[in-house]
């Protein structure tokens, strides 16, 4: 199985940099009281509580305040996910899906927010994904797009990517898949081609966060303890799919596309599967998502060595050693669920401890967001 470490971050830059080289988310006791210094959590048992607006902002879910294994030592985990630590976390309101297309359309509209796809790129924070020395493109290949998957007619060897993703110019949080594709009548799917500072300008609008990896991690194991998956240890519990993820809706092993039914299926409305134990739907598959944190492959190691850390931060820097072509230290932040193509064969990150890390101004047709209310948010948009 190929590793789940970060084989899309900077497809955007590295895109353009192979252009060079051809061309040149409670109700009751405990909602406003569980930041006491030193407390010790017992996690509660899973429940749903939603926000209505006035305790916890509307569309929100309810984490209850606990402890946890975060990461995993199991034999599906990557050098990434290891090893599994213990980790507290306050309690906090977390949206119940992705920001959808119709959540982003607002935002847009109230704001006239020009997405980083929909802007010229700026070499002096392209060059910092390339390899050193890497010369300056011209102005004519420096274009505003995005990274779309566009699979392959036949099987073929998964050792790179680049033969079933590609920089499409003009595409954008509208046209997900490049110019002549749209989100009409999909208003409840999640946005995508969003990047990591999209997703931050859309959160302060909001009145909200991205989540840490902690508290995205805690949400989406649901009050169970190390399990395989959000749901349970079954991929598909009597036969029952239980996220959007390639075997989900594919016949063609990974990356094979089938033209003649329209090539990968993609994302699918939020909530079209079972939710996990607090009430979150899609915590893994559908779209990949941002959260706060920069990436670090060895995080967790570190974390480990800090004993117990309640509501860790995140490391203080990048690094990725394992990304052919990038700079270990690049800038990158971490990136959680897994999506529609994620298969076993290639990329097994519909598991909760499942990370990567992805350059903040790459944008791509998989990769959407999610955020977060401290336990004492109420109203937002």
Known sequence: MKSTVDRFSGRRKFAIAAAIVTTALVIGVGIGSSRESGKTYAPEAPRIVAGDGVIGPKGTMWVPAGEFLMGSDSKLAQPNERPAHKIRVHGFWMDQHHVTNAQFRKFAEATGYVTTAEKKPDWETLKVQLPPGTPRPSADMLVAGGMVFAGTDRPVSLDDYARWWRFTPGADWRHPNGPGSSIDGKDDHPVVQVSYEDAQAYAKWAGKRLPTEAEWEFAARGGLEQATYAWGNDFAPDGKQMANVWQGQQQQAFPVVN??????????????????????????????????????????????????????????????????????????????????????????SYRPSARRGTDPYTSMSHLGFRLVADADGGNSK
Request: proline share 12%.
């Open 259 to 348: 033209p003649k039914a329209g090539g990968a299926l993609g994302t699918s409305p939020v909530g079209t599967f079972p939710p996990n134990g607090y009430g979150l739907s899609d915590m893994t598959g559908n779209a990949w998502q941002w959260v706060a944190d920069w990436y670090r492959e060895d995080a967790f190691a570190m974390e480990a060595k800090a004993g117990e850390p309640t509501d860790p931060p995140g490391p203080a820097d990048s690094f990725d050693s394992s990304d052919p072509g990038t700079p270990a230290n690049a800038p990158k932040h971490v990136t959680r669920g897994g999506s529609f193509l994620c298969n076993e064969d290639y990329c097994l």
